[in-house]
């Protein structure tokens, strides 16, 4: 099945500065990769997906760069806020279920 | 339009109680799915229903079993609770590009 590895899992910025999380996967038949946001207590909430056949995509402040011969793809987002603050998680699925990284909790510091 | 919503929001169980977690959605869609969220572990995928009358197991189906009752609803059951089933449940339904949306989740409890 599909193994999905994100890194890092802790990731503490400067307010302003740019925040970076990578994820790998394993199957070459995955073909959406959706990230997910997640206040503490809250639901994911999906912030943006990139499809297979996109290379990049970026939604404001927010990001999203695949390389499918590599099998990875990472979430870059710019100025970070303290809003920003929570836990990003990355997913892949080849149309059926999502399989989600484990989660990378980022701290935007003032 | 209230998406995906979930009942209970909380429970406690003791140990070798049964209970039914419910889900609904209102976005007409074909699948939904049952994850359990633990610390440090993610989201592992425990049942899923890619339309109405079909069900099948995900990464961590033992000790759950599902009904997709119709369309709108996609119920997980633990028959015999137990303290390693103690975890936050969210459901979900996919969208038509693939795209899911998140239940408020039940945080459940195994004494």
């Known amino acids: 099945g599909e193994n999905v590895e994100q890194h890092p899992s802790t990731l503490s910025v400067q307010e302003g500065d740019s925040a970076v999380i990578k994820c790998t996967y394993s199957?070459?038949?995955?073909?959406?990769f959706p990230w997910y946001k997640q206040e503490l207590g809250k639901r994911p909430q999906l912030i943006i997906d990139?499809?297979?056949?996109?290379g990049e995509k970026k939604d404001q402040r927010i990001a999203v760069t695949l390389n499918k011969t590599a099998k990875h793809f990472s979430l870059h987002i710019t100025e970070t806020q303290p809003e920003d603050s929570a836990v990003y998680f990355c997913?892949?699925?080849?149309?059926?279920?999502?399989?989600f990284g484990k989660g990378t909790s980022l701290l935007v510091t003032p | 339009n209230a998406g995906v919503t979930q009942t209970p929001k909380f429970q406690v169980l003791k140990t070798g109680q049964s209970m039914t977690l419910q889900c609904a959605q209102d976005?007409?869609?074909?699948?939904m799915y049952w994850y359990r969220q633990d610390p440090g572990m993610g989201l592992r995928l425990i049942y899923y229903?890619?339309?109405?009358?079909?069900?099948d197991k995900g990464e961590v189906p033992n000790g759950y079993n599902v009904s997709r009752l119709n369309k709108r609803e996609f119920s997980l059951r633990l028959e015999s609770a137990a303290p390693s089933q103690t975890s936050v449940y969210f459901c979900?339904?996919?969208?038509?590009?693939?795209?899911?949306?998140f239940g408020p989740g039940t945080r459940l409890t195994v004494t």
């Open positions: 997913a892949a699925s080849d149309g059926y279920a999502l399989n």
């Open positions: 199957d070459s038949a995955s073909n959406y």
């Open positions: 990139i499809r297979s056949n996109v």
């Open positions: 976005m007409n869609h074909n699948s």
């Open positions: 229903s890619a339309s109405e009358g079909t069900t």
């Open positions: 979900a339904s996919n969208g038509q590009g693939g795209e899911q949306y």
